[in-house]
């Protein structure tokens, strides 16, 4: 059976990623800066055969991978698999609300504490790392021989480059999650490789630069 490539991109910018507070699955929309990532990731990749762009339903994946598709000359086809963990009742707050509200719940966090759950219906890493497995390599199977571009959030695509370099859910991470970054994966029923990581040099320009073609 032939490899299904994979693009995988983290959404653009959020004003949320900027205060560093917590969107989980809440519907945040990209910023100035995320759209002009996004076109620069449509740019990037509009010479990539794609045959289907993934993305998760929330709008600040969703309108990076219309950029993606649109430049494909294709549609995006959502799926809720792809959404960020869920945070329960820490999305909306900073780390530091967290860390000076509740501690032992900041502790569990930070030490990556594999069944550790948010409170009011967050998820485990497990949890999270068994939806992320599940749903792509859903995805990736309807497309041997093809490439496809998966379009989803910074604890999806952490947990993909745990899933294909072998690593547990609770390893310190040493490896960059950039908005709009280029990420690339190999699937086989025998598993996932990682191919190249963390490609940002589509963004290198200045943002808003008008001299610069999308």
């Not at 960020?84 to 504490?113: C, L, S, V, Y």
Request: glycine letters at 8%; proline letters at 5%; charged letters at 25%.
């Amino acid at each position: 059976m032939e490899a299904t490539r994979i693009i995988a991109v983290r959404h653009g910018e959020t004003s949320w990623n900027v205060d560093s507070r917590i969107q989980g699955q809440l519907d945040v929309q990209l910023n100035d800066t995320g759209r002009w990532q996004a076109r620069r990731v449509g740019h990037a990749l509009a010479t990539e055969q794609l045959g289907a762009v993934y993305s998760s339903d929330l709008r600040r994946a969703h309108e990076t991978a219309r950029a993606i598709a649109d430049a494909a000359g294709i549609p995006v086809v959502a799926h809720p698999g792809l959404r960020e963990r869920r945070f329960g009742m820490f999305e909306g707050r900073t780390f530091d609300e967290i860390q000076r509200n509740w501690p032992d719940h900041a502790q569990n966090w930070k030490k990556r504490i594999p069944e550790w759950q948010p409170p009011d219906g967050g998820e485990s890493l497990l949890e999270l790392r068994e939806r992320v497995h599940r749903t792509v390599q859903d995805l990736a199977s309807r497309h041997c021989g093809e490439q496809i571009a998966v379009v989803a959030h910074g604890g999806v695509l952490d947990t993909l480059y745990r899933i294909a370099t072998g690593q547990e859910v609770n390893s310190p991470r040493t490896w960059q999650l950039p908005n709009g970054a280029i990420n690339r994966l190999l699937w086989t029923p025998e598993g996932f490789t990682l191919v190249g990581w963390s490609d940002t040099q589509h963004l290198e320009h200045a943002p808003f630069d008008e001299n610069t073609s999308f």
